[in-house]
Nanobody
Framework: QVQLGESGGGLVQAGDSLRLSCAAS????????MAWFRQAPGKEREFVAA????????SSADSVKGRFTISRVNAKNTVYLQMSSLKAEDTAVYYC??????????????????WGQGTQVTVSS
């Protein structure tokens, strides 16, 4: 089992930056790959970015490339999502998720076994 808890969401203006954090407990954090997803009202959950267990490889959605960066500090059991140049369309609930495959950066939510409760990010234009 992996328990996940997101923090760092809030209300910001377009063009601002924000950093989300996801703290993990339970199973060895350094053995799971991690990802961020988001879900806007009335829309399906959408892949944002993923990182392997070691942090050696990452992937991200085209919509956030160049603006969002995923990273992790295994010694702190934490994964981060640094978001910059935020746009109104980035408004969503952001979720972190854990995948027991340590080498995966898959964008498919069905491969992720554990999920946090989400944190709201609202970007005003």
């Amino acid at each position: 089992q992996v328990q996940l808890g997101e923090s760092g969401g809030g209300l910001v203006q377009a063009g601002d930056s924000l950093r989300l954090s996801c703290a993990a407990s339970g199973r060895a954090f350094s053995s799971v790959s991690m990802a961020w997803f988001r879900q806007a009202p009335g829309k399906e959950r959408e892949f944002v970015a993923a990182i392997t267990a070691s942090g050696a490889a990452t992937s991200s959605a085209d919509s956030v490339k160049g603006r969002f960066t995923i990273s992790r500090v295994n010694a702190k059991n934490t994964v981060y999502l640094q978001m910059s140049s935020l746009k109104a369309e980035d408004t969503a609930v952001y979720y972190c998720a854990a995948n027991m495959d340590p080498y995966s950066t898959t964008p498919h939510p069905t491969y992720y076994h554990f999920w946090g409760q989400g944190t709201q990010v609202t970007v005003s234009s």
